[in-house]
């Protein structure tokens, strides 16, 4: 379990950042409500402390700590929870999100036991799983998606092409975004469930050749989609995240023509306090605080690449 929990406040109300810390380990959980925590309550907490990923637009993409245990996971909602000071079962939509920091399907021998935890204490929550997709054993997943009828799953797909995507996400062990696609189809025929893909949208990627490549890879009967405003790395250059909405809104109403139930996501609390998934501010301070722990990341440039080790409770 985590010694220390710094929250830290922004200059909107409608977000809290959560820093949890120990001598080993720094996980960051967000909470947010829209309007109230009663009418809808979204967390976003961290399956990893760092991240071997290494995606280029994303703050914790430089080093990797470890992998959290199924306690540490299920605390940080736990806590953040029993901030919001009203029963769970009052809020009338509430989800958890596995999307702050880390990969969760590089350590779902921890997440699916805190997934199965989370739908005893909370039944109604949506439990969601956004991944960029490692080539993992995706079977021990859909066994939990099937036994876990909330649990859902978000692809981080960024970009129409597997080039341009490997330019964001260097992690060379992932699926295709063909491989994303199957994978997708088959959550749909062993749970039900629509899946999502995540897009990030920005002025190159966003052309009518973008949309029609989405939609001969994730098809518009199989997936959901969602379009993120891109989260910024720097926290000097956050601000940027204001004129970045409206490209991924129009991109949005593209698929929307295209035939997609599409969301877009532009999370509250970026510019100071780094609300969003990848806007890790602090984990950043606690990574240069602690080199001896902090081992760089695939996409970090360095010669040296710490391998994720699976942990369980």
């Known amino acids: 379990m985590f010694d220390q929990v710094k929250v830290v406040h922004s200059s909107d109300e409608n977000v809290l950042k959560y820093v949890f810390s120990r001598s080993d380990a720094v996980a960051e959980a967000v909470l947010y409500k829209y309007p109230t925590y009663a009418e809808r309550t979204m967390i976003c907490c961290s399956t990893q402390s760092g991240c071997p990923i290494g995606c280029r637009f994303c703050g914790s993409g430089d080093y990797f700590v470890r992998s959290l245990t199924a306690d540490e996971i299920f605390e940080q909602p736990e806590r953040l929870l029993t901030d919001t000071a009203i029963a769970a079962s009052a809020i009338k939509r509430l989800q958890i999100m596995f999307m702050s920091m880390g990969e969760p399907l590089l350590n779902l021998k921890a ?5 199965h935890r989370l739908h005893v204490s909370y039944p109604q929550a949506s439990l969601l799983i956004s991944t960029s997709a490692p080539r993992v054993d995706y079977e021990p997943l859909m066994i939990a998606a099937r ?3 909330t649990v859902g799953l978000q692809f981080s ?3 129409s092409t597997d080039q ?3 330019l964001l996400i260097p992690f060379k062990n992932k699926l295709t975004l063909k ?3 199957e994978q997708g189809e088959r959550f749909l025929f062993q749970t039900g469930r629509k899946p999502f893909f995540n897009y990030c949208a920005h002025s190159a990627n966003t052309g009518g050749e973008d949309v029609a490549r989405l939609v001969d890879l994730f098809h518009t009967d199989v997936f959901n989609a969602t379009v993120s405003v891109i989260c910024e790395r720097d926290e000097s250059i956050a601000a940027a995240n204001a004129r970045q909405f409206q490209p991924a809104s129009d991109f949005a109403s593209k698929l929307v023509a295209a035939g997609y139930n599409t969301r877009v996501f532009n999370p509250a609390g970026q510019d100071d306090i780094g609300g969003g998934c990848g806007q890790l501010w602090f984990v950043q301070s606690w990574m240069k605080e602690h080199p001896e722990l902090a081992h760089p990341s695939i996409g970090n440039g360095r010669e040296k690449v710490h391998t994720p080790q ?3 409770n």
Request: overall charge negative; cysteine-free.
């Open 111 to 115: 997440l699916i036991p805190a997934m």
């Open 147 to 149: 036994e876990i009828p």
């Open 157 to 159: 797909v960024h970009e």
């Open 164 to 166: 341009s995507r490997n």
């Open 179 to 181: 491989e994303i696609g």
């Open 310 to 312: 699976l942990v369980s």
